[in-house]
C-alpha cells in the first residue's frame, strides 16, 4: 500500500515562492520514481518534475518550470519537495504528488505512468 499526502499549497503573488511537500508512506522508498503533476481547470494534467531512480536520481522539468521549480527528495523522512519560485499566474493549478516503482525515463513526465496519487493541494497565484 502506497499513501502520498501533499501539503504547502496556497495563495502567492506574481513573482512569489512557494514549497510543497508529499509525504509518502512506503517501503523502499528511495527506489520509486516520484514526481509532481498539476492541473489546472479545463485542462489535461501535466508533469511539471520528477526524479527517477533508474537514472541514477536524475531530475526532470516541464520546459515552463526550468529555472524556477526545483525537485527534491528526502531519503531519511521519505518526503519528496517542490521549491517553487518567481511564480506566475499560469502556474495556478491542482498540484498532485505521484509515485511509481519503475517508470521508464523517456515517460518519466507522463501522468499515466505513475499508479499512485495524493489528493492534490492548491496553487493560486493571482495579484
Known amino acids: 500500500q502506497v499513501h502520498l499526502v501533499e501539503s504547502g499549497g496556497g495563495s502567492v503573488q506574481p513573482g512569489g515562492s512557494l514549497r510543497l511537500s508529499c509525504a509518502v508512506s512506503v517501503d523502499s522508498f528511495n527506489s520509486y520514481c516520484l514526481a509532481w503533476f498539476r492541473q489546472a481547470p479545463g485542462k489535461e494534467r501535466e508533469g511539471v518534475a520528477a526524479?527517477?531512480?533508474?537514472?541514477?536520481?536524475?531530475?526532470y522539468y516541464a520546459d515552463s518550470v526550468k529555472g524556477r521549480f526545483t525537485i527534491s527528495q528526502d531519503n531519511v523522512n521519505n518526503t519528496v519537495s517542490l521549491q517553487m519560485t518567481d511564480l506566475k499566474p499560469e502556474d495556478t493549478a491542482m498540484y498532485y504528488c505521484?509515485?511509481?516503482?519503475?517508470?521508464?525515463?523517456?515517460?518519466?513526465?507522463?501522468?499515466?505512468?505513475?499508479?499512485?496519487w495524493g489528493q492534490g493541494t492548491q496553487v493560486t497565484v493571482s495579484s
Open positions: 526524479i527517477n531512480p533508474d537514472t541514477r536520481g536524475s531530475t
Open positions: 505521484a509515485a511509481d516503482p519503475w517508470v521508464r525515463p523517456s515517460d518519466t513526465l507522463r501522468p499515466d505512468e505513475y499508479n499512485y
